[in-house]
Nanobody, 129 residues
């Protein structure tokens, strides 16, 4: 059974930093492309960042580009989202997602919700002004 468990959320002041993690189990992690999405209060879930199965390609939404970094450690079955220079508008529940990627060494990443097969339960990030 595939499980994605996010952790590391919390309350931080504007301008601060936070790193959220997503630990995966029940799958061959290195064969999955990963992504982070978020859902703010009263808003639809939106794409934040994505990383290929190899880790060789990453992509961030314009709203977080230059502030957030996605990375992965295939030995630890974990994907990370480092968030710097946080703003109140970054307040949201952050979800990680996984998509099987059959091609070894693939540098493909995915930015749409429907492209992902598995989702975590989310972790709350609150940025105070």
């Amino acid at each position: 059974q595939v499980q994605l468990v996010e952790s590391g959320g919390g309350l931080v002041q504007a301008g601060g930093s936070l790193r959220v993690s997503c630990a995966a189990s029940g799958l061959t992690f290195s064969s999955y492309a990963m992504g982070w999405f978020r859902q703010g209060p009263g808003m639809q879930r939106e794409f934040v960042a994505a990383i290929s199965r190899s880790g060789g390609s990453t992509y961030c939404a314009d709203s977080v580009k230059g502030r957030f970094t996605i990375s992965r450690d295939n030995a630890k079955n974990t994907v990370y989202l480092q968030m710097n220079s946080l703003k109140p508008e970054d307040t949201a529940v952050y979800y990680c997602a996984a998509r099987p990627e059959p091609y070894y060494g693939s540098n493909i990443y995915y930015t749409q919700e429907f492209q992902y097969a598995y989702w975590g339960q989310g972790t709350q990030v609150t940025v105070s002004s």
